[in-house]
Every structure is written in structure tokens, then in C-alpha cells.
């Protein structure tokens, strides 16, 4: 019977190690997911990750001094052109869904245009909380 009983205490405590490293794992995983979800939402302001790619650029093709001077312009230069038509296209979206907004309003009637205005500010919340425009 002694020696069922250490078979019994050897596969509990088998068990309860199992469980064990099943929770820690379970926990780092958890930890190392979030960090990452927490760092992919916090974006690196432009200057930096210019300086980053210059950086990548430089170590990756061997680029002189004055390389990676002409190339951070190039790419400041770039990024500047890129963010005016980004700028623009969102005037002119915010336009868009502006002037559909108003033609939904010209055809409820009274009673259903409160309802309408409710529907729009919730909207505009989640989008404010999810980050989109």
C-alpha cells in the first residue's frame, strides 16, 4: 500500500507542476501579448522613425555620410508631400460624409431627426475611441 501511495503523491505532484507551468506560461504569454499590443499603439513620431529608416538604410547598404544626409531628405521631403494629400483627402472625406449627413436630415421628418442626431454622437464617440477620423 506504501507504494501506491508514493505513485498517488508522485503523479499529484506531476499534476500540480503541470498546472503550474500551465498558469505561469499562460500569464507570460498574456504579458508579452499585451506589451506588444501596448507598443504597437503608441506610434514613434515622424522624426524618429525617419531617423530609424535612415538608420536601417545606412547599416543595411553601407551608405556614406552624405548618403544618408541625401536620403533622410529625400524622405522628409517625401513624408511632407505624403502628408498634404493625406490632409487633404481627409477635408474633402469630412466634406463627403458632412454633405451625407445632410441629405439623410432632409428627409426624416421632425420626430425622427433627434433620433438621427443621438445615432450620429454615438457614432462619433466610437469613432473618437477606436481612433478613426
Do not use: C
Request: glycine share 6%; proline share 4%.
Amino acid at each position: 500500500m506504501s507504494e501506491m501511495s508514493a505513485t498517488w503523491k508522485a503523479a499529484l505532484w506531476v499534476g500540480v507542476v503541470f498546472l503550474l507551468g500551465a498558469a505561469l506560461g499562460g500569464m507570460v504569454g498574456y504579458s508579452y501579448e499585451h506589451h506588444l499590443v501596448s507598443a504597437a499603439s503608441a506610434p514613434l513620431p515622424e522624426p524618429v522613425r525617419r531617423a530609424r529608416r535612415v538608420e536601417q538604410l545606412t547599416q543595411s547598404l553601407n551608405l556614406t555620410s552624405a548618403q544618408s544626409q541625401q536620403v533622410d531628405a529625400i524622405l522628409l521631403q517625401h513624408h511632407t508631400e505624403a502628408k498634404a494629400i493625406h490632409d487633404q483627402m481627409d477635408a474633402q472625406l469630412e466634406q463627403v460624409h458632412k454633405d451625407g449627413r445632410d441629405q439623410i436630415r432632409a428627409v426624416l421628418t421632425p420626430e425622427q431627426k433627434p433620433k438621427f442626431e443621438e445615432f450620429l454622437r454615438n457614432l462619433d464617440q466610437q469613432k473618437k475611441r477606436s481612433g478613426s477620423k
